[in-house]
């Protein structure tokens, strides 16, 4: 199992641009999904974007052609680059591992505030 940890949130004006990281505490070349979620305040927690091992990507209909996930199985580290930021997008964004059958982890969260 792996302990993650996200960071790069941050308060940006909307139309601005935020990287996200997500750093594994061991090897990702295992797990078979990786993903971005987020929550709004008073919201439920929504799937953002997830990346397969193969690199297989999957994006809900609202950051397409804004948002980018990438994962590194060198550096053990996901990414979500996030272009075009809208209010919208404010909330709390957790990364999400999963070895299929074997574990789910999740992190601690990175705060996104964007202003309008």
């Known amino acids: 199992q792996v302990h993650l940890v996200e960071s790069g949130g941050n308060l940006v004006q909307a139309g601005g641009s935020l990287r996200l990281s997500c750093a594994a505490s061991g090897s990702i070349s295992n797990i078979n999904v990786m993903g971005w979620y987020r929550q709004a305040a008073g919201k439920q927690r929504e799937l953002v974007a997830d990346i397969k091992g193969g690199g297989n990507t999957n994006y809900v209909e609202s950051v397409k052609g804004r948002f ?17 930021l809208k209010p919208e997008d404010t909330a709390v964004y957790y990364c999400n591992a999963r070895r299929l059958g074997i574990f789910e982890v999740w992190g601690q969260g990175t705060l996104v505030t964007v202003s309008s």
Request: charged share 20%; net charge positive; proline share 0%.
């Open 68 to 84: 980018t996930i990438s994962r590194d199985n060198v550096k053990n580290t996901m990414y979500l680059q996030m272009n075009s």
